[in-house]
Every structure is written in C-alpha cells, then in structure tokens.
C-alpha cells in the first residue's frame, strides 16, 4: 500500500532537487562542510511545501503604477522548533524563506539503551493566541523524540503543529500519526526500516554526530 494511503497526514517532498540532495548527505564520502549545507538546501525546499497551506489574507499595496490587492500571510509567521542538536541544521534552511521566525527550542535525545526520549530543555516563545509551529529534525526514527516534542508544544497550548523530517523510517511516521493524527506530517524520503538499535536503514548514520563532529 502506498505511504500516503496508509498515513493521510504524510507528504512524501519527492521533488528532483530533494532526491539529488539526498544521495549525496547519505553518503559516507560526504564531508562535513558539504553535510551541513545540503541539510539546509533539502530544508529550505521542504519548506516550500510545508507551508503551502499557510494561510494569506488581501493587502492593498502601490505598485510605481497602480494600486492593487496582494497577498501576505495572515497572522505571524510561524515559530521554528529544532530538536537538539541535529535540528538546530535545520534552523537556517528555514529562515531562509521565512527569515522573521522566532524560533524555540527543545532538547530532546534518546536513551542509547531503551530508545525513549529525554527531555533536558525546553524553551518556546510564548503562546499569545494562535502562533504556528513548525518542528524541524533530520530524522524520524522511532518517533518517540518527536511525538515528545509536539506534546510538550500541545502542554503548553499550541494548536497548529507541522513536523518536517528529512529522512523517515515508517515506524516513526506510524507513531507519530497515531500519537499526534491532528500533525501534519512533512518527510523528504522514507526509508525501509530501523535496525535493532533504532538506526534508521539505509538512513545517513548518526545526524547529529555527523553535523557536529561528534562521531
Ligand atoms: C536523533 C535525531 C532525533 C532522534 C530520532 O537525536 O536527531 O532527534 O534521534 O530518533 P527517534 O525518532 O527514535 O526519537 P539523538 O537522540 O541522537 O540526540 P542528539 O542529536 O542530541 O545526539
Ligand atoms: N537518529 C539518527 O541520527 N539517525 C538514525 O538513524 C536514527 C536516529
């Protein structure tokens, strides 16, 4: 059965561009430098279709012509929320099309052992009515880090989330869509499965050791 039958808040960003991007942050011949920069062009991409349903609202503006009625989006743009460390790669991709969000941060890493997320940090700019949320992490694994994230950001009242992942495992999208079935969803590829450590295959290896040296 195909993704998007079996997950209806999934969107698959398969463009060309995002494809191309993809082989080369997966392979072990990618140096660091290269790694970093292809995390923010594959993010900046998928923003484009993670905000699509943002929604706009008419504005009159002048053109050196004429007076005409534009669009701009309606309320405030939406808030970013890396997951510590590896979302924070993600962070500039966004700006670059939304280069006014404030952004939150959560810290968020598993347990090596039981694969469960630990919460360590938790800082998002205040509610004050109806902010959006994007949550921005390279991977979706388990789901666990992310499913923690979006109840932390519903705890503290936000109402619209989107999630955008770069590389997805379906055991990870299962979770998060039956956790959180309000979210939508947002993935450049998704892979066959985890292995038995909770590796994403054939994912990209560790993304935050990878983008910070850690490895
Ligand atoms: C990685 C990744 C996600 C999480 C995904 O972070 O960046 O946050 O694992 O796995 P999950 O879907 O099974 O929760 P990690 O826990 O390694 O933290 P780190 O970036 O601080 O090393
Ligand atoms: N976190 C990563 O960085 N990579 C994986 O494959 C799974 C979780």
Do not use: W
């Not at 347990?111 to 921005?136: A, C, K, M, T």
């Not at 969803?185 to 985890?194: A, H, N, P, S």
């Amino acid at each position: 059965m195909p993704y998007q039958d079996r997950f209806p808040t999934l969107t698959v960003v398969d463009h060309p561009l995002v494809k191309h991007k993809l082989h080369l942050l997966r392979s072990t011949d990618t140096p660091r430098k290269l790694f970093r920069e292809l995390i923010e062009e594959i993010t900046t991409l998928m923003t484009y279709e993670a905000t699509r349903s943002l929604p706009v609202e008419e504005v009159e503006v002048t053109t050196p012509l004429e007076a005409m009625v534009g669009h701009r989006l309606e309320g405030r743009a939406p808030v970013v929320v890396p997951v510590l460390r590896a979302g924070l790669g993600m962070v500039s991709g966004v700006l670059n099309v939304l280069p006014g969000a404030r952004i939150g941060h959560v810290g968020i890493k598993r347990d090596h052992d039981s694969l469960q997320p630990i919460e360590y940090y938790f800082n998002v700019p205040p509610q004050g009515g109806s902010l959006r949320f994007i949550v921005v992490d390279p991977m979706l694994a388990t789901g666990g880090s992310a499913s923690a994230t979006i109840r932390g950001l519903k705890a503290r009242g936000a109402g619209d989330i989107r999630l955008m992942c770069i590389v997805a495992a379906p055991e990870g999208v299962e979770a998060v869509s039956r956790n959180h079935p309000d979210v939508p969803i947002f993935v450049g590829v998704m892979d066959r499965q985890l292995n038995d450590v909770g590796y994403i295959l054939p994912g990209l290896g560790d993304a935050g050791d990878r983008l910070y040296g850690t490895e």
